[in-house]
T-cell receptor, first 111, second 116 residues
């Protein structure tokens, strides 16, 4: 079945890089997403990667995909206090279907 | 601001009652998805509509139903409410096939439902 797992918590200092990891089980996952949720807010789409890609970079964000190990990571360069939030990994078998979400990783950035 | 709107923002009601949550997708988006976020279940897909038709169903209880209207807004109806239905309910929308946002789901701010 579909299962997406993430570590629950990550704490970093401002200016450091953050790496949030995710593993998934569905080998038919075609699209893999990263969403950010701030307290009391909805989910903000940060970026996504198609399964035939290994890497995608978007400003401070770098997504790495290891399809063989079914492992996805999100690297945030020069992490700022405003990056403190919960980050969700999600997968979809196609781009037009339900998202299966991980449990979310709470990122705490200290000054 | 994602462009997806949801009303109301908060809803407090009693067990056994019925409520309706409303969602307006982004302009031009034909697909609407409903998700439930709770502490014990996390984020779970409930149901998807595309251009007025139900397209996919997830872990949606029989007490819950949804529809998408000709103007593409959607409503999620929750009836015979139980304490365990207390959660954040999100609506998301995505663009039609052939459009750049076809693979992207944009989420509304959510409706927080509290059942007492």
């Amino acid at each position: 079945g579909e299962d997406v797992e993430q570590s629950l918590f990550l704490s970093v200092r401002e200016g450091d890089s953050s790496v949030i990891n995710c593993t998934y089980t569905d080998s038919s996952s075609t699209y893999l997403y990263w969403y950010k949720q701030e307290p009391g807010a909805g989910l903000q789409l940060l970026t996504y990667i198609f399964s035939n890609m290994d890497m995608k970079q978007d400003q401070r964000l770098t997504v790495l995909l290891n399809k063989k190990d079914k492992h996805l990571s999100l690297r945030i360069a020069d992490t700022q206090t405003g990056d403190s939030a919960i980050y969700f990994c999600a997968e979809s078998s196609t781009g037009f279907q339900k998202l299966v979400f991980g449990t979310g990783t709470r990122l705490l950035v200290s000054p | 601001d994602s462009g997806v709107t949801q009303t109301p923002k908060h809803l407090i009601t009693a067990t056994g009652q019925r409520v309706t949550l409303r969602c307006s997708p982004r302009s031009g988006d034909l697909s609407v998805y409903w998700y439930q976020q709770s502490l014990d279940q996390g984020l779970q897909f409930l149901i998807q509509y595309y251009n007025g038709e139900e397209r996919a169903k997830g872990n949606i209880l029989e007490r819950f139903s949804a529809q998408q209207f000709p103007d593409l807004h959607s409503e999620l109806n929750l009836s015979s409410l139980e304490l365990g239905d207390s959660a954040l309910y999100f609506c998301a929308s995505s663009g039609p096939p052939g459009r750049g946002s076809y693979n992207e789901q944009f989420f509304g701010p959510g409706t927080r439902l509290t059942v007492l």
